[in-house]
């Protein structure tokens, strides 16, 4: 019997699947199969995006939720012509491959963003589609629609049991994204079995609580035609984001289909045989695909690269018609920053206000955010006003019906959401043409710090604004005060952790988070006050590291972060007071400072010279560049922040104390043992 070329292309892809995993002796063979049909009638039928040029701005987003079923979006972006030959698809799982074991948006052509930890996906995909709204909204113009594409995703049970996922669906029902939707791959199958289990909700019902559209295709084995038409009833509702529920059979045709043990291990090679007979492949043949099925998938890349031709056609004259508009998306997906904007950059003197970091932070966003980097999308976990990071003239993001704001606006307001939050920001990301911002105090980063990892996985330009970064917030106590946090992004691969000694070193970090637009950045911002100290400088941020004050023939070294730069200040004096001289260093950037060239390090941190450190926060990491440390070795405690930094000897006294005896120590032993040399 002659199998329908759609029919084919399904089993071909469930085959496939099999073969790849069964390659790599490791894999996720359950979810590829299950999910063929769905994923066949989007890709063929639905997804406009052309693979000879895989990020042209007006394509549509896809994303693979639940990213341990990846064989099976590899397998498509061969199918469809981009550059995943035949060959990666046997070298999946393998070092070096385009075909990782979960997908990477760095790794592989046609990815469009980093999944694998459940939750993330969706939450990606909220942001994906709320970075369509917001430039549509502020670029498109009668006759123009130069942002119009769909996200879609497919996600399963795990993704919908994630707290991450739940906050972002929330939101996305609330700002009303009616271009995305979600394609649910309901196979009641997790790792340890059944989910009845652990997960017996409505999910239909949740979704609808949540602002959704809810459609259902009861055979997604089989029924290719009522997919297709639930993706088009989803199209046709605008002003809702859409969930399919598709309920499919994991493993579909294996012999252990329905079961847990085929959602993460290869099938046996007596499987993959009956598999191949059972969908009219041939048995004794690996990573088969059928010239009918490839001439299926070309025909839709060859609408792909006509989608994309008129859209450049329709980008063409809507820069003839709008120059200045097309100018700045360019210039925005382009990753560049508008002319002039460090000259806009504050400074700030000593004779200046005493200001919380946090504040200072305030000051510089006005002034290059107000119209002059419209790049910024800024938004809150509910504490915009302890946060600070919306500027004057910030218009709020909403759909225009609820009255609250329009999809123009640049503000999110995210709610009690971190994690939520940190994930859309990576969407946007993702999306291209922002830079976003998100806020909340510090001891919160760790709440979505599962998207906050893989920003830095990425390489995502994101901006954290982190503020109350330390006891000086006070009377909160220690649930609220950070410790250990700072050794965790510090400690982070490809992230940069800013924390500013004063309002100059504050706009230096905004200028260093800007130019590193492949790195996510941290702002420890503190609430108290601090003074403009002088020698600061927003320059110096970029080295990571610096003299602030110097002495004649320094005795000891004493460096500072933040809040406790200018207790560093004060404890040099004292000292200079009892004819110690004493260096004072900020160290506003740790991962900065360690970039810079050994002769650079030297001149800052000489070997010669006992070195202590101050920071309001854990000790741990310090080692690396003091001998001896004022810091935090437990939680902290409520009550006013002058009383708990006298509490915990985090004092100017404590400083000088630590660095006399430091002195001491070292003039007993005769020499100063090196730090900071890797072995």
């Not at 009616?178 to 409505?202: C, H, P, Q, R």
């Amino acid at each position: 019997m002659v199998q329908d070329v759609n029919e084919l292309a399904v089993n071909t892809i469930r085959v496939l699947a099999g073969d790849m995993t069964r390659g790599a002796n490791s894999g996720h063979p359950g979810a590829p199969m299950g999910c063929a049909p769905m994923a066949h009638v989007l890709f063929t039928q639905f997804l406009n995006v052309n693979p000879k040029n895989p990020d042209f701005i007006g394509r549509d987003r896809f994303v693979l939720s639940n990213g341990h079923g990846c064989a099976l979006q590899y397998i498509l972006l061969h199918l469809l012509g981009y550059d995943v030959s035949m060959q990666d698809l046997k070298n999946f799982r393998q070092v070096g491959s385009k075909t990782p074991g979960h997908p990477e948006s760095t790794d592989t052509p046609g990815i469009e963003v980093t999944t694998g930890p459940l939750g993330q996906g969706i939450s990606n995909a909220v942001g994906l589609a709320a970075a369509e709204a917001h430039l549509a909204a502020n670029y498109n113009r009668p006759d123009y629609p130069i942002f119009n594409n769909y996200t879609y995703t497919i996600l399963g049970d795990g993704c919908l049991q994630e707290g991450v996922a739940a906050e972002a669906v929330s939101l996305a029902g609330h700002w009303k994204l009616g271009k995305l939707i979600a394609l649910y791959d309901a196979n009641n199958i997790t790792i340890d079995g059944n989910i009845g289990n652990s997960f017996t909700e409505d999910v239909g019902k949740r979704f609808e609580a949540y602002g959704w559209h809810v459609l259902e295709v009861q055979d997604g084995n089989h029924d290719l035609p009522s997919i297709a038409k639930a993706i088009q009833e989803a199209q046709a509702v605008t002003d809702k984001p859409t969930i399919i529920k598709i309920k499919t059979t994991i493993g579909y045709g294996s012999l252990i289909e329905n079961n847990e043990k085929v959602h993460g291990s290869p099938l046996t090679d007596e499987d993959l045989v009956q598999l191949k007979k059972k969908f009219g492949l041939n048995p004794e043949e690996k990573y088969q695909v059928p010239p009918s099925v490839y001439e299926l998938y070309a025909a839709r890349a060859k609408h792909g690269q006509e989608y994309e031709n008129a859209w450049t056609a329709l980008f063409e004259k809507y820069a003839q018609a709008y120059p200045k508009e097309a100018a700045e998306i360019r210039r925005r997906f382009a990753g560049e920053l508008p002319e002039g904007w460090e000259s806009a950059l504050p400074r700030f003197t000593p004779s200046d206000a005493a200001l919380a970091t946090r504040k200072s932070s305030e000051v510089v966003l006005n002034a290059i955010a107000n119209g002059l980097i419209p790049d910024f999308t800024s938004g809150c976990a509910d504490l915009s006003t302890s946060t600070l990071n919306r500027w004057k003239t910030a218009v709020d993001f909403q759909h225009p019906s609820t009255g609250l704001g329009e999809y123009s606006g640049q503000y999110f307001r995210y709610g009690v959401r971190e994690h939520g939050m940190f994930a859309i920001m990576n969407g946007m990301a993702h999306y291209g043409g922002i830079i976003p911002i998100g806020a909340t105090f510090l001891n919160f980063l760790t709440y979505g710090w599962g998207a906050a990892r893989l920003a830095a996985l990425s390489g995502l330009g994101v901006i954290y604004i982190m503020t109350h970064d330390s006891i000086g917030l006070g009377e909160d106590g220690p649930t609220h005060q950070p410790i250990e946090i700072l050794a965790l992004t510090r400690a982070t691969p490809n992230m940069l952790t800013f924390r500013p000694g004063d309002a100059n070193e504050v706009a230096g970090t905004w200028a260093m988070a800007l130019k590193n637009r492949h790195r996510p950045a941290v702002f420890c911002l503190s609430r108290q006050p601090v003074p403009n100290l002088e020698g600061s400088s927003l320059e110096a941020v970029a080295k990571g590291a610096y003299v602030l004050q110097d002495a004649n023939d320094a005795k000891v070294v004493l460096v500072g972060t933040g809040s406790e730069v200018c207790i560093a200040v004060e404890a040099a004096k004292e000292l200079a007071a009892k004819g110690i001289p004493a260096r004072v260093v900020s160290m506003p950037c740790v991962e900065l400072y360690e970039e810079q060239p050994d002769d650079y390090k030297q001149k800052v941190f000489p070997p010669n010279l006992p070195i202590v450190s101050v920071e309001a926060l854990g000790v741990r990491g310090w080692d690396r560049y003091a001998h001896a440390h004022v810091g935090m070795k437990g939680f902290g405690a409520s009550g006013p922040y002058k009383d708990l930094y006298k509490k915990f000897n985090i004092t100017s006294e404590a400083v000088t104390a630590k660095a006399e005896k430091a002195i001491a120590h070292f003039q007993k032993l005769g020499y100063v043992p090196q730090l900071g040399v890797e072995i």
